[in-house]
């Protein structure tokens, strides 16, 4: 997401995909250069804090060969190849559309090192690359991308990856399932509340739509969100108000089993006179199949136009909320929305500065037992913003 526009709201998509191999993931144990790092695929994860352990910052004239690295506005991890992936939003305007492979070196102690090791080009359905919008508005063919969440499925040796779209220019958003060579496989069905039209205030809103993705640890569901509410559903957050996304949950046949309301907060600052502000859901993380992490960030615009971050990771529970599938719109009707509990304000940190921060994962098992979690910026390949990844300890109950 591009953070200048600010993108805001949620809603969570569970797929079920429609041919499913079913693969149980086994141990697997690596000696680390500093700790053991015990990696499996589990079937559920308990969260009660998070303990920061480190931070890693990548310049931002890295490259990998010709290519820029940065944008990053997705992470996943492969417990079975030990390797991470990265989906950046760059939408083919410094290099054609891709994910990075990267490895990262932490331990409970310390975070050590980021290393990219390889970029993969994804395809659209004719087999062709993502063209840029200067090469959509010559042709008039193509998809523009604005990739935003990228997620290893853990149950096929394959990628699911979620595009805003660009209502300007009448692009829908998607989900879509590709190779681990990028080849494109199929399309996740959207809701009809969700597309645009010929109405104006139908339909996602632009630079606000699926803005993050997540598999239940069994691989059984799958969820999806905007950053920001459907025109439907009310307006975005303020620094008077929040606002409502919606959650949508599907099965493997790639079926809508329900959809829930998320409260995103208001604001929690107000800009400097004649300047912008915004606060949306930029990723989610599922803990087991009823709970999810819910990444909420918020910008507030200065003076000199940088933006301060407000970031923090809640914890929201499905279990107890109304299935709102059927309502066209959040504005009439009632319903009880998603429980959220706060998990982490990342302000709180000893740090001098948080970034755009819009990728979230979990990583290895750690010596002690304990699972890690890392999160990463989009510098949106701005001299003022950085590309930062972060580490934390998971503490179970």
């Known amino acids: 997401m591009k953070l200048r526009l600010f993108k805001f709201g949620m809603i969570a998509v569970v797929l079920l995909l429609s041919r499913f191999i079913s693969k149980k993931g086994k141990v697997v144990k690596k000696q ?4 053991n790092l015990i ?11 998070l303990a920061f352990i480190g931070e890693k910052r990548i310049p931002n004239d890295t490259t990998l060969g010709e290519i820029a690295v940065g944008g990053f506005s997705g992470i996943d991890y492969n417990p079975q190849t030990e390797k991470w992936i990265l989906i950046s939003d760059d939408s083919s305007g410094r290099a054609t559309a891709c994910f990075y492979t990267a490895e990262l070196e932490y331990d409970s102690h310390n975070f050590y090192e980021v290393t990219f090791k390889d970029v993969t080009h994804l395809k659209q359905t004719d087999g062709t690359t993502y063209p840029s919008s200067t090469q959509h508005d010559k042709k008039q063919t193509g998809i523009v991308p604005d990739f935003e969440s990228i ?7 394959t990628i699911w990856y979620t595009s805003e779209g660009d209502r300007k220019i009448g692009l829908m958003s998607f989900i879509r399932h590709a190779k681990l060579n990028g080849q494109y496989l199929s399309d ?3 809701p009809d509340q969700f597309k645009i039209g010929s109405k104006p205030n139908v339909g996602f809103r632009h630079n606000l739509a699926f803005e993050g993705s997540t598999f239940t640890p069994n691989g059984d569901f799958y969820y999806t969100t905007t950053e920001a509410p459907i025109y439907q559903d009310g307006d975005v957050s303020s620094t008077t108000h929040g ?10 046949q790639g079926e809508i089993l329900a959809e829930y309301a998320y409260p995103v907060s208001e604001i929690p600052a107000k800009p400097d006179k004649d300047k912008a502000a915004g606060n949306g859901v930029s990723e989610i993380l599922a803990i087991n199949n009823h709970e999810l992490l819910i990444l909420e960030r918020a910008g507030v615009q200065m003076k000199d136009d940088s933006y301060f971050n407000y970031v923090s990771i809640y914890k ?7 299935n709102i599938s059927q309502l066209n719109s959040l504005k009439s009707g009632s319903f009880t929305p998603i429980c959220k509990k706060l998990v982490l304000d990342l302000n709180t940190l000893d740090l001098p500065t948080i970034d755009n921060i819009e990728g979230m994962s979990w990583g290895p098992k750690l010596k002690n037992g304990h699972e890690s979690l890392v999160l990463v910026s989009d510098n949106n390949f701005n001299s003022s913003e950085v590309t930062q990844f972060l580490a934390f300890e998971v503490i179970p109950k």
């Open 316 to 322: 929201g529970d499905t279990s107890s909320a109304s």
């Open 39 to 49: 990696n499996k695929i589990t079937e559920s994860h308990t969260v009660s804090q």
């Open 243 to 252: 606002s409502y996304i919606r959650i949508i949950k599907y099965d493997r």
């Open 151 to 157: 997620r290893f499925d853990p149950n096929t040796n």
């Open 188 to 190: 996740l069905k959207l």
């Open 32 to 35: 680390s250069n500093h700790e």
